[in-house]
């Protein structure tokens, strides 16, 4: 059973430049955030999607949008790349039954530098 | 004011040592607890869930105090691999009741260092 998986590991960009993540989520799974990690700090939340629909959002900038497919798994797309914007990006997939709703399990992760 | 605040430590114990790490989180509407460990530059893996009445799984026991809106876990007998980042994390879902998943909130991680 694949868990969460993300894509690509490493990217390096330059300011102004756009990039997109990709996540694929844990099996059984119907529900994806993504979380921006800086360095030394914890994880922040950026989005949540389900049915294809964006359902909460922290706050970050409309530089910072997704997309949710059909099969589950999402992107992430960050326009006009600033220096702070690198970053660990994590995906993480839960599932909205009841029993399990709140847990939510990690990919490993796109490290993202902006030079 | 952060919305969950850890002692980033680093925590230096010896082998066999029993130590314990506390956070606090201030929206009354957090619904979820957890501690979830990361290692350096991996992605964050769920220890253990949070519940007022105090879980325990093997050497480590975690406790919620929603009066006083703060979570701690003991960690005992600690090992050398027990070296790592631990992440409070509550978990809000502004729609409650609904299926929504809510967001988590993460602290800025406590680094415990095991020393032989």
């Known amino acids: 059973d694949a868990g969460v998986t993300q894509s690509p590991t490493h990217l390096i960009k330059t300011r102004g430049q756009q990039v997109t993540l990709r996540c694929s989520p844990k099996?059984?799974?119907?529900?994806v955030s993504w979380y921006q990690q800086a360095l030394g700090q914890g994880p922040q939340f950026i989005f949540q999607?389900?049915?294809?629909?964006?359902?909460q959002r922290g706050n970050f900038p409309d530089r910072f949008s997704g997309h949710q497919f059909p099969n589950y798994s999402s992107e992430l797309n960050v326009n006009a790349l600033l220096l702070g914007d690198s970053a660990l990006y994590l995906c993480?997939?839960?599932?909205?039954?009841?029993?399990?709703?709140?847990?939510?399990?990690f990919g490993a992760g796109t490290r993202l530098s902006v030079l | 004011r952060k919305e969950v605040e850890q002692d980033p430590g680093p925590f230096n114990v010896p082998e066999g040592a029993t130590v314990a790490f506390n956070c606090t989180y201030s929206?009354?509407?957090?619904?979820?607890f957890f501690w979830y460990r990361q290692d350096c530059r991996k992605e964050p893996k769920l220890l253990m869930s949070?519940?007022?009445s105090g879980n325990e799984d093997g050497r480590f026991t975690a406790q919620l105090n929603r009066a006083s809106q703060y979570i701690s876990l003991l960690i005992r007998d600690s090992k050398l691999s027990d070296s790592a980042t631990y992440l409070c994390?509550?978990?809000?879902?502004?729609?409650?009741?609904?299926?929504?998943?809510?967001?988590?909130?993460f602290g800025q991680g406590t680094t415990l260092q095991v020393k032989p």
């Open positions: 993480a997939s839960s599932s909205r039954d009841r029993g399990t709703k709140n847990i939510q399990y």
């Open positions: 099996s059984g799974h119907d529900t």
């Open positions: 999607y389900y049915e294809e629909e964006e359902r």
């Open positions: 929206n009354s509407a957090s619904q979820s």
């Open positions: 949070v519940y007022s």
């Open positions: 994390v509550v978990n809000i879902n502004p729609l409650h009741g609904s299926s929504n998943t809510g967001k988590l909130i």
